[in-house]
């Protein structure tokens, strides 16, 4: 068991250090408003992981990696979402911000819920979820409890490394933290989720 989850450990490092839609959206939200809406966006991120745990445990995760019809449903939705996103991100209209990270310019920003929303209607999770966590549950084992035993993993490795990505980005938001630049990485950011959401729109199980 112990062989078992050092290897699952390796490969849920790997797939956490591979940069994609999480890293920028953390990134981007830490450098812009701060640790405290950075580590909003990282949590919901763990939150729908663990959504995505109690589907492939209670047995939904298999709909979705058997039936098309279902798959083609969430990756459409979840294309939609990323494009809204990206829309919002370029029509907002950013303005100079304090270095202190209490400022609360956009409170009205839940960075939780798209955090957990950008996770959730991602079924290239779900499917990789389906597909490799029953690999590391031993025989005879309960898959419920392995399931959620292995997502804490993947959650605590992407919550040691979504705070290495929010301090760096704090520290360096005393110099980026200027309308025109985050104006700029509004633009990148967006882009960055217009590629993934024709990504996903064009993806295949």
């Known amino acids: 068991m112990i062989a078992t989850l050092l290897t699952f450990s390796f490969a849920a490092l790997l797939l956490t250090l591979t940069p994609g839609l999480d890293t920028a959206l953390i990134l981007r939200t830490s450098i812009a408003e701060g640790r405290k809406k950075g580590f909003m966006a990282a949590l919901g991120i ?3 992981c663990y959504i995505w745990g109690a589907i492939v445990a209670l047995g939904l ?4 990696a058997a039936s098309q019809v279902a798959y083609d449903c969430l990756k459409w939705v979840g294309a939609a979402y990323l494009l809204w996103l990206a829309i919002k991100l370029v029509l907002a209209r950013p ?3 304090a270095i202190d990270s209490t400022n609360s310019q956009s409170t009205t920003t839940n960075w939780f819920l798209r955090g957990c929303l950008g996770n959730v209607l991602n079924p290239k999770i779900g499917i990789f979820y389906v597909s490799f966590l029953p690999q590391f549950i031993p025989v005879g084992q309960s898959p419920m409890i392995w399931t959620f035993l292995l997502v804490s993993i993947h959650v605590v490795i992407g919550t040691l490394w979504s705070t290495v990505l929010i301090n760096v980005a704090a520290k360096a938001s005393g110099y980026l933290r200027q309308p025109n630049i985050i104006q700029w ?3 990148v950011t967006a882009g960055v989720f217009v590629l993934f959401a024709a990504k996903l729109a ?3 199980r």
Do not use: E, V
Not at 61 to 64: H, I, P, R, S, V
């Open 95 to 97: 303005q100079p911000l």
């Open 46 to 48: 763990n939150t729908g």
């Open 61 to 64: 995760g298999a709909l979705l």
């Open 202 to 204: 064009f993806s295949s």
């Open 185 to 187: 990485m509004n633009r």
